[in-house]
């Protein structure tokens, strides 16, 4: 016996029994309590000087041997629009995605997955970075930094 749920959302939490009669026993019966949580995204602020390195972690509370077994992604975004610079699948060397201008020759993956940006410009102020683990078809843990630059 089983109960299979499609497109599930947060309301969908709560406790479900299964029951049935058996013969010459009686009524049997199980319950279990679903809890089905909301994705979350952390959110960080990275203050870095003009001309240094950036280097921002792909989530914070997850270690590097964690995140090897996921394919992941890094994106820029401003006003809404974002950009993928750079995925990466289990055991499969970091794909760059070199069609942008602006970050193209600056990004590269560091130890931990870490997004490293060199040298940051001014117009890296304000932009947010953000970071997506696939641990499941349909899971993706989720952290953005939005970035500020300071002039020496």
């Not at 193209?104 to 970071?131: A, E, H, Q, W, Y």
């Amino acid at each position: 016996w089983a109960l299979h749920l499609k497109n599930v959302t947060v309301s969908l939490s709560g406790q479900y029994e299964c029951s049935f009669a058996t013969y010459p026993y009686g009524t049997k019966a199980a319950k279990i309590q679903l809890i089905v949580k909301a994705e979350e995204e952390q959110h960080y602020v990275k203050e870095v000087r003009l001309n240094q390195t950036l280097e921002i972690p792909c989530l914070e509370d997850v270690t590097s041997e964690d995140l090897s077994n996921y394919p992941f992604k890094w994106l820029v975004g401003e006003n809404g629009r974002r950009e993928e610079l750079v995925s990466k699948e289990p055991s499969c060397p970091a794909v760059y995605r070199n069609g942008s201008v602006q970050y193209g020759p600056r990004v590269r993956l560091g130890l931990n997955n870490t997004l490293k940006i060199f040298p940051t410009k001014i117009t890296d102020d304000g932009r947010v970075f953000s970071c997506h683990v696939v641990y499941h078809p349909q899971r993706v843990l989720k952290s953005s930094t939005t970035v500020r630059v300071f002039g020496k």
